[in-house]
């Protein structure tokens, strides 16, 4: 499998990279779920620690994936009609923009409450926003807003790699997955 | 202690009361006091690998500094415990609670100088007590002290100290534990100080 992109499927780092970040996306929701409900301390600590940590590497490696594939021309051609076309760029341009928009959320969230996020410890981000409870709180209903408009357009981009699979039997989604051969 | 604190926040008072018109620095007495709309002490602990500022919004101190005179020059700083700020109620809750400072029983942490050296440069060294809860360790703040910078009878002092906060039992139970928040905790200063008569 190249590293490279070809005309007839993603290449080895393009699949890296989208499996690495729904791999990290997935736990996010059950982290921030579990911190919720614990009381200030140690432990609700280390679970947003995760959960800040996991988020950063989101955003990392999404801005990798952006810049791979924008250096990376020779893309999988485009299947299907033209007004399916321009349904498939828009909905992955929405999930691009929710994967970027949802860590930074977060980061300016913590940003705003005068926490600090890092990179499990080993790196530390700057702070996004300068400290500010209001801004805090919005900032907060931002987050939640982004992680469920996230899950609904995740939710149409998997029915529509299902549908390409299973109804119309093309090689699309064969062409993202990790192992195959196409 | 009570007695020095209450005799440093009365001569503050009663300097304060003089008002602005301290320009005659005049040698004999260096004695100092803070503008504490243009002076800030915080406080810059690790948590969780990232550093992050708090600040203590009210605290006076009576600076006696003079860099001819270091025997004669000495530091007393007073701070309301009750003032510390983090940006994030949740954390200043606990801040006050008997995990950390516990203002119910110990609402004010000072700091007494026994001496102050010179390090070369502008830069002091100033040893002295900090009592913090129930606890009073040696604890050393360098500073730079800049009374050159016009206006005339006005001084700059900036500087630093490290503290180990679980010498003074800033940290109980679960966080007795510097896995999640480092031991040592840097406190900053930054005050804009004026000539006293």
Redesign the interface.
């Known amino acids: 499998m190249p590293l490279r992109n070809t005309a007839e499927a993603y290449g080895s780092l393009a699949k890296f990279l989208h499996w690495a970040i729904v791999l990290l996306i997935v736990p996010q929701y059950f982290l921030a779920e579990a911190a919720d409900e614990l009381p200030?301390?140690?432990e609700k600590?280390?679970i947003l620690?995760w959960h800040k940590s996991l988020g950063m590497m989101v955003l990392l490696l999404a801005l990798a994936r952006i810049g791979w594939k924008v250096m990376n021309r020779g893309l999988p051609g485009p299947i299907g009609e033209p007004w399916q076309r321009k349904a498939a760029a828009a909905g992955h341009g929405l999930l691009y923009l929710l994967i970027l928009a949802q860590p930074i959320s977060g980061w300016a969230m913590s940003s705003?409450?005068?926490?600090?996020?890092?990179l499990?410890?080993?790196f530390?981000f700057p702070a996004l926003v300068a400290?500010n409870?209001d801004l805090?709180e919005t900032l907060e209903e931002v987050h939640e807003v982004f992680f469920y408009s996230l899950i609904a357009v995740a939710a149409v981009h998997i029915a529509a790699a299902l549908y390409h699979h299973f109804a119309l039997k093309d090689g699309v989604l064969r062409r993202m997955l990790p192992f195959s051969r196409s | 202690m009570p007695t020095r604190c209450c005799a440093g926040v009365l001569a503050l008072l009663a300097v304060l009361g003089l008002g602005p018109a301290a320009h005659d620095a005049s040698a004999a007495a260096a004695s100092w006091t803070i503008d504490p709309a243009r002076s800030q002490l915080t406080f810059h602990p690790r948590?969780?690998?990232?550093?992050?500022?708090?600040r203590f919004e009210r605290f006076e101190a009576t600076i006696r500094f003079d860099a001819a005179d270091l025997a004669h020059s000495s530091l007393l700083v007073v701070v309301d415990l009750l003032s510390a700020r983090?940006?994030?109620?949740?954390?200043d809750t606990?801040l006050q609670g008997s995990d950390f400072f516990q203002t119910t029983r110990w609402p004010r942490a000072t700091y007494t100088s026994t001496g102050i050296k010179s390090l070369g440069g502008g830069r002091y060294e100033a040893t002295g007590k900090l009592t913090l809860r129930d606890v009073a360790r040696d604890v050393r703040v360098q500073f730079r002290f800049d009374s050159t910078a016009p206006p005339r009878g006005a001084a700059h002092m900036t500087g630093s100290s490290n503290i180990r906060r679980l010498e003074f039992g800033v940290g109980q139970g679960?966080?007795r534990?510097t896995?999640?928040l480092d031991d040592a905790v840097r406190v900053e200063f930054d005050l804009a100080l004026r000539a006293a008569r």
């Open positions: 200030n301390g140690i600590l280390q620690d705003a409450a005068n926490y600090p996020v890092t499990f410890g080993w530390q400290e409870h805090h | 948590l969780a690998g990232g550093e992050f500022a708090g983090t940006g994030d109620t949740d954390r606990a679960d966080w534990s896995e999640w």
